[in-house]
């Protein structure tokens, strides 16, 4: 029953204090960290290489993320005429300078510009008008043009 004991609070016991620096040569950091992990010194290198790799794709990703919006803020900067942002054109150099904006983001800004093209227009107008009917409107109109043509039919003259 001691021996159980022992072996069980001894061993938590030894880790406790080698954490703490008590008395143990440290003389190979990765060996023990590879130990820790349960791995073999060749998985535990692979392991971190992996882990880097891993974490430069993630940079990268995020670095284009980052020129993809930057590109939306510039896109929009010239739109509106708005002065440009020193920062956005660095991003975008970084991230090797020619970045496309993703579909979604390019179909959304398509949209907008053809929303504001037809407000522009004067039909657009006409129809942002509260108190005016279109249809009543192109009604009076084609009978006003069906009256010309009949009248048009009756004139001797022409």
Not at 44 to 50: D, G, L, N
């Amino acid at each position: 029953m001691a021996f159980m004991v022992k072996t069980m609070v001894g061993g938590q016991l030894k880790n406790l204090t080698g954490s703490l620096g008590g008395g143990e040569d440290k003389g190979d950091g990765d060996k023990s960290a590879a130990e820790a992990q349960g791995m073999s010194r060749e998985e535990y290198e692979e392991y971190q290489k992996q882990l880097v790799e891993e974490k430069m794709e993630r940079d990268a990703q995020f670095m284009q993320r980052k020129a993809e919006r930057a590109t939306l803020r510039s896109h929009f900067r010239d739109k509106y005429r708005l002065p440009k942002n020193e920062t956005d054109e660095s991003q975008i150099q970084m991230a090797g300078g020619d970045v496309e904006l993703p579909r979604e983001l390019a179909k959304m800004i398509e949209e907008d510009t053809e929303e504001e093209e037809e407000k522009a227009s004067v039909l657009g107008q006409l129809a942002s008008l509260p108190s005016l009917d279109i249809s009543s409107l192109k009604d009076k109109a084609q009978a006003t043009l069906g009256d010309l043509k009949q009248s048009a039919e009756k004139c001797y003259i022409m």
